[in-house]
């Protein structure tokens, strides 16, 4: 089975495009018009699998969608591609082409009997610290003399590139919104000064349950990048929630458990440098708190996988416990990665 190492933008990432309301903003408002003029985005679903190297699954997250065609019949594939690399790669086109290769390989093993080849749109969102400045087209890697180029494979990826966007006027859903914001101020050095912004957006959010998943996923990130105090993340909190309110407050309770009681980003933090039992210890008590608060209870059979898993387990149990919408669901998912 797949274990994904902790990478903050891979989390959030995963977090934001599990709603499918998220990917039809993506591609409805940030994608070039004919795109979503050319697909129907209500008909966008999830398709299982990652394709992307082994070597790589710590600097990129992908996800696959299906979609119908709106003017003429048939289906196609909207590949993302999120390079969390803090450079461009022009190596990133080619790999784009081994993994178009796999998700075709995938539906070959589905429907043997095809003797077509589903269209594939591949888009490769970037936000690393400098803009995108080299080729997105495979053509630009091949030097041939003129005889070989007409039978030389072609490829260009959609990039969609944080730096060429105008975050100063955001479209779409606050969830979007907020994805955008977040990775926008992951390399901003006035986080503080600007966490009004954030507030706006996650005021949008009327679901506790909704608000509660967007708060913590948002403090998880940004803390990748500095470790956030006690005394931070109360004064992040209170900017961020209306605590004026017993709903208020309720929410507010419930980060705090999260955050302060168990320590969960100081155990992320010694889990990264040592993997030591204590920062194991600490990321298996997050998954406690963080499935009680949500759940009220945690099945025996799941404390005692929880007792004997590895730091990598717990951190993708700690997605699962954030992600799931019911204890069985979680429970099962648990067992999964116990195999």
Do not use: C
């Amino acid at each position: 089975m797949e274990t994904r190492l902790f990478n903050p933008h891979d989390r959030l990432f995963r977090f934001a495009f599990a709603d499918l309301a998220v990917v039809k903003d993506f591609v409805t408002h940030y994608l070039p018009a004919e795109i979503g003029q050319a697909v129907d985005v209500d008909t966008l679903t999830p398709v299982e699998g990652s394709f992307i190297d082994a070597s790589l699954q710590q600097h990129q997250s992908d996800a696959l969608f299906r979609v119908q065609f709106r003017e003429q019949t048939g289906e196609g594939l909207v590949y993302i591609l999120v390079e969390h690399k803090s450079y461009a790669d022009k190596m990133t086109v080619r790999q784009v082409l081994r993994y178009i290769e796999r998700i075709w390989t995938q539906e070959e093993r589905a429907d043997p009997s095809r003797t077509s080849l589903t269209p594939v749109l591949p888009v490769v969102l970037y936000h690393g610290e400098r803009a995108w400045h080299v080729t997105t087209d495979l053509a630009d890697l091949i030097e041939a003399p003129a005889a070989f180029k007409a039978y030389m494979p072609q490829l260009r990826f959609l990039l969609w590139d944080l730096h060429e966007q105008d975050t100063t006027h955001l479209v779409g859903a606050a969830q979007m919104r907020l994805v955008i914001r977040l990775i926008e101020l992951f390399w901003a050095e006035d986080v503080r000064e600007r966490l009004p912004e954030l507030a706006a957006l996650v005021r949008e959010l009327h679901e506790p349950k909704t608000v509660l998943e967007w708060v913590t996923a948002g403090l998880t990130y940004l803390a990748a990048k500095a470790p956030l105090e006690r005394e931070d993340v109360e004064e992040i909190v209170r900017q961020l929630l209306p605590v004026d309110d017993e709903e208020g407050e309720t929410i507010m309770r419930a980060i705090a458990e999260v955050w302060f009681e168990e320590g969960l980003e100081k155990g992320r933090q010694e889990g990264r440098e040592e993997g030591r039992e204590e920062g194991r210890q600490s990321v298996r008590h997050a998954v406690d708190r963080l499935v009680l608060l949500r759940f009220g209870v945690i099945p025996q059979r799941a404390r005692d996988l929880l007792e004997v898993f590895d730091l990598a387990q717990l951190n993708a149990a700690l997605d699962l416990a954030a992600e799931v919408d019911d204890l069985d669901d979680f429970a099962t998912k648990l067992s999964d990665l116990a195999d």
